[in-house]
């Protein structure tokens, strides 16, 4: 945890206060299970390797990531995981951010992107980290690969 409190640290003055809200927001709200810990240079929910031993395309010592939380120069971003392969979560979420949130949506596949700390939607990113259950993801992340594996 020390790693992630010195990442906190270190983020720009403008992103802090949204970064905490946001951090807090996704802790308060993601499904039981999950673990925090610094992964590709940010704080990110995983599967633990005791629960998924196959680790994130099969490399046996790297957790299974769900969520990170990045802050950037120009924007704090969210990577949700479990948003890319699933039509039905990311139709309801973008259906969703357009009625409480006045500008565009700027998302990637995975990555949505904040970059006005005032418009970011700290109910609805609650209620979108809340939607997918460990073993959900899992389940979500075992088809995907044997799709990809069949590609």
Aim: proline share 5%.
């Amino acid at each position: 945890m020390e790693q992630i409190e010195e990442y906190i640290e270190e983020i720009e003055e403008k992103w802090q206060a949204a970064y905490k809200e946001l951090a807090q927001t996704i802790a308060e709200n993601i499904p039981e299970g999950f673990v925090l810990q610094m992964q590709y240079g940010m704080p990110t929910y995983v599967v633990p390797l005791s629960v998924f031993p196959e680790g994130y395309l099969n490399r046996k010592d790297e957790p299974l990531p769900f969520i990170s939380l990045g802050a950037q120069k120009k924007h704090l971003a969210l990577y949700h995981m479990g948003i890319m392969g699933n039509k039905e979560l990311l139709q309801w979420f973008q259906e969703e951010y357009k009625k409480v949130v006045p500008t565009k949506l700027n998302m990637g596949k995975s990555c949505i992107r904040f970059t006005n700390t005032k418009t970011i939607p700290y109910a609805l990113i609650g209620e979108l980290v809340s939607k997918i259950s460990m073993d959900e993801w899992i389940a979500s992340y075992n088809l995907y690969k044997a799709k990809k594996d069949r590609d």
